[in-house]
């Protein structure tokens, strides 16, 4: 399901620790990481679909987790046409996404990267908050940048880091 102008609805998961540290994911079979994600179904609210993706993506179910905040409108990031299926060639640009900020509740051992039969990562680990700016693949570089910005304010005993211009 695409909007008229050719992104499709998505949700971004960002998992936090009691240390303000970010769940980040492997994806399977490649050197990519990134934060779970997935996209919203027809009817579907932003809610369910983070609900859904965080129990397919990490195994998580909601008393495992608090919500603590989400961006209040969507960010929007062009996937480069090389990437994006044939099929979709001239109709497609990219996700719009709205980003959750999680606090787990439950214990590292509830997260289980093979809870369904596709799993979309085969390594999670901690990193620090800001990590993932510098480490997505560069396409997604200024959401990652932009919710992690917004949701941070929501986090207290977070450093907060200066960013430059360029990002």
């Keep these: 399901m695409l909007d008229r102008d050719g ?3 998505n949700v971004g998961i960002i998992l936090c620790n009691a240390r303000n540290e970010v769940f980040w ?3 399977v079979r490649e050197h990519s990481w990134q934060f779970p994600q997935g996209g919203i179904k027809p009817g579907e609210s932003p809610e369910a679909a983070m609900y859904r993706e965080l129990m397919e993506e990490v195994g998580l179910s909601p008393h495992h987790v608090k919500i603590i905040g989400r961006t209040r409108d969507w960010l929007r990031y062009d996937v480069p046409s090389h990437w994006v299926r044939r099929e979709w060639r001239g109709s497609y640009r990219g996700q719009k996404q709205i980003w959750f900020l999680l606090r787990l509740t439950g214990r590292d051992s509830d997260v289980c990267l093979r ?3 596709h799993p979309e990562f085969d390594a999670w ?3 620090d908050y800001w990590a993932p700016i510098d480490a997505v693949i560069d396409f997604k570089r200024d959401v990652y940048t932009r919710s992690l910005s917004e949701l941070a304010k929501l986090l207290k005993g977070l450093d907060f880091r200066q960013l430059s211009s360029e990002e």
Excluded: D, E
């Design 7 to 9: 992104y499709r609805p």
């Design 25 to 27: 994911g492997k994806r």
């Design 115 to 117: 809870a369904t039969s």
């Design 125 to 127: 680990r901690w990193s």
